[in-house]
């Protein structure tokens, strides 16, 4: 039986190394997914410096994939209820074995909080099999729900990769009304997207502050109508940027999507009284910090909510996004690296020093 090489993390701050797994036995209605694309985002970062709980080294990373499915046995069915076959190009959801059973599945329909919930790349660990995109090959469990890329260029895909549906989810979080001004804090991936998703639901202005100016660049060409370099001005500075821009007022919507503690403040002071404040950067835990609870959020009369993850739906409508004209358009602007699997601590190393926008892993070359 031949096999299949992958990337893996043997525990937190060691070299990711190269290694062998058997092509597994397939269960009925499963799959083997021939990887053609995989990715590293910040949360393989995380991954790396271990700042997640409960993942199972060593593991395999990548929860974001595209390929070709390979082999196939039994059946496996798209939202359609139409048949996958074999030499589909495909993603699928990463997230897989939610309950639909327990109190946040079936009560709060808060699925990305059910406590049975298993994602590929992330808590599954290299002892459960090929389970993440570092990887020639990933074996799809039955249950995982796959996405058909029809018209969609398997790297536009990537080009958007995770944080095109947690953007989609943090931009439909934000209830953006028709002719807001939408401030976004962070230029990363997930910033990006969410500039675009704030343009394409109507905001009538779009501001991103964030760093460094190549990554403003692209948030430029993916709708912003200005942006900032944080590096540049301190935060009186800044917010005196966003007022200048809103009649004094602030932003009606913020999206935080940095990672920085102290970004989630300045979202409430940056946004005007009775505005919205979305943080969904906070992927980790970065630390504390300090607000004014009567200046910062109760005088002000805020809205202020969490976004964690992304569901099914964020995915297939940013697939369906992907397929318009202004779509293309948008995310064909970001800027991707390719990287083959002997090359991720390189890529791992780009990545944290912030040299990269978009880190693509390319099992074949």
């Known amino acids: 039986m031949t096999a299949i090489s992958a990337a893996v993390i043997p525990a937190p701050h060691q070299p990711i190394e190269l290694r062998e797994f058997p092509e597994p036995v397939l269960e009925q209605d499963s799959a083997l997914l021939r990887v053609e694309y995989s990715e590293l985002c910040g949360t393989d970062l995380h991954l790396h410096h271990g700042r997640l709980a409960g993942v199972p080294y060593p593991l395999i990373p990548g929860h974001v994939t595209v390929g070709r499915i390979e082999k ?14 074999e030499g589909d190009r495909v993603t699928f959801l990463d997230v897989h074995r939610t309950c639909n059973a327990c109190w946040y599945c079936l009560v709060a329909k808060a699925s990305t909080r059910c406590p049975q919930r298993k994602v590929y790349g992330i808590t599954y660990g290299a002892a459960d099999g090929l389970c993440g995109g ?24 990537m080009a958007g990769g995770c944080a095109l549906p947690t953007a989609l989810h943090a931009v439909e979080r934000a209830n953006l009304r028709l002719g807001e001004t939408v401030l976004v804090l962070g230029s990363g991936p997930v910033g990006l997207s969410a500039v675009g998703f704030a343009r394409l639901a109507g905001a009538g202005q779009v501001l991103c502050i964030g760093a460094p100016d190549e990554r403003l660049r692209v948030a430029t060409a993916m709708g912003a109508d200005d942006v900032l370099n944080l590096s540049k001005l301190e935060f009186a500075a800044r917010f005196q940027w966003v007022a200048e821009r809103t009649a004094g007022r602030g932003a009606d919507v913020t999206i935080e999507a940095t990672g920085v503690p102290a970004a989630v403040v300045e979202a409430m002071r940056s ?43 964020h995915f297939y409508r940013g697939i369906e996004i992907l397929k318009t ?41």
Not at 137 to 148: M, S
């Open 72 to 85: 196939l046995r039994g059946a496996m069915r798209d939202v359609l209820g139409q048949p996958f076959a």
């Open 134 to 157: 570092w990887s020639q090959k990933v074996y799809l469990k039955p249950g995982t729900r796959c996405l058909r890329l029809d018209g969609v260029a398997p790297e536009l895909f």
């Open 271 to 313: 946004t005007r009284d009775a505005g919205r404040v979305v943080v969904v950067g906070q992927y980790t835990d970065a630390g504390e910090v300090p607000f004014n609870p009567h200046a910062d959020l109760n005088r002000k009369h805020l809205d202020v909510l969490g976004c964690w993850g992304s569901d099914f739906s």
């Open 325 to 365: 004209a202004a779509g293309r358009q948008m995310w064909s602007a970001v800027p991707m690296q390719h990287f083959g699997l002997g090359q991720l601590n390189e890529a791992l190393a780009e990545l944290a020093a912030g040299r990269t926008i978009k880190a693509l892993v390319v099992p074949e070359t």
